[in-house]
T-cell receptor, first 115, second 115 residues
Framework: AQTVTQSQPEMSVQEAETVTLSCTYD???????LFWYKQPPSRQMILVIR??????QNATENRFSVNFQKAAKSFSLKISDSQLGDTAMYFC????????????FGKGTRLSVIA | ETGVTQSPTHLIKTRGQQVTLRCSSQ?????VSWYQQALGQGPQFIFQ???????GRGNFPPRFSGLQFPNYSSELNVNALELDDSALYLC??????????????FGQGTRLTVV
């Protein structure tokens, strides 16, 4: 079974600074997908960024980028120029590529952006 | 807004009762997945429905059951409620059953409290 571990329960960052959230996972699969989701107080889970394991190039979405280290099974999220609206729970998630597999989530990291 | 709506937003039930939660999927989506998110935890997969049939199930007892209707909306039913069933229940809709391009869009969740 796949597991996802987020070792930082809480983090804080000053507005406009950069912060990195950590995620490790365990799997015997060679191909899979990795995701970072944001859950603000409104509770709705929002996809931030995704990575396909067979792609070596790290994904980037505006201020959000990942550092994907397949051999180390590590998938960290970097948020640049942090904004107050980035305050939320962040969940790392894993998914196998086959048809009926669900998302497997970590326990989350609570990020607070401080003005 | 993702176009996925869940009702009700909050619910309080007594131990032993039964509850039905509802989810309207995003237009054009034929797959609905349900997740349970206990306080301070990441979402846990309950089950998935694809074209009105159960298409995968997580480690939840049979008193957790579901339905998907011809319009692809879905219900989650929980019988004989226990205190540990208190959680945020998330519904996610997607087009297709998995994979990189079948992004899951989440609703805002139903907060269930069992007393």
């Amino acid at each position: 079974a796949q597991t996802v571990t987020q070792s930082q329960p809480e983090m804080s960052v000053q507005e406009a600074e950069t912060v990195t959230l950590s995620c490790t996972y365990d799997t015997s699969e060679n191909n899979y997908y990795l995701f970072w989701y944001k859950q603000p107080p409104s509770r709705q889970m929002i996809l931030v960024i995704r990575q396909e394991a067979y792609k070596q190039q790290n994904a980037t979405e505006n201020r959000f980028s990942v550092n994907f280290q397949k051999a180390a099974k590590s998938f960290s999220l970097k948020i640049s120029d942090s904004q107050l609206g980035d305050t939320a729970m962040y969940f790392c998630a894993f998914m196998k590529p086959s048809g009926n597999t669900p998302l497997v989530f970590g326990k989350g990291t609570r990020l607070s952006v401080i003005a | 807004e993702t176009g996925v709506t869940q009702s009700p937003t909050h619910l309080i039930k007594t131990r032993g009762q039964q509850v039905t939660l509802r989810c309207s999927s995003q237009s054009g989506h034929n797959t609905v997945s349900w997740y349970q998110q206990a306080l301070g935890q990441g979402p846990q997969f309950i089950f998935q429905y694809y074209r009105e049939e159960e298409n995968g199930r997580g480690n939840f007892p049979p008193r957790f059951s579901g339905l998907q209707f011809p319009n692809y909306s879905s219900e989650l039913n929980v019988n004989a409620l226990e205190l540990d069933d208190s959680a945020l229940y998330l519904c996610a809709s997607s087009l297709g059953r998995g994979g990189m391009n079948t992004e899951a869009f989440f609703g805002q969740g139903t907060r269930l409290t069992v007393v």
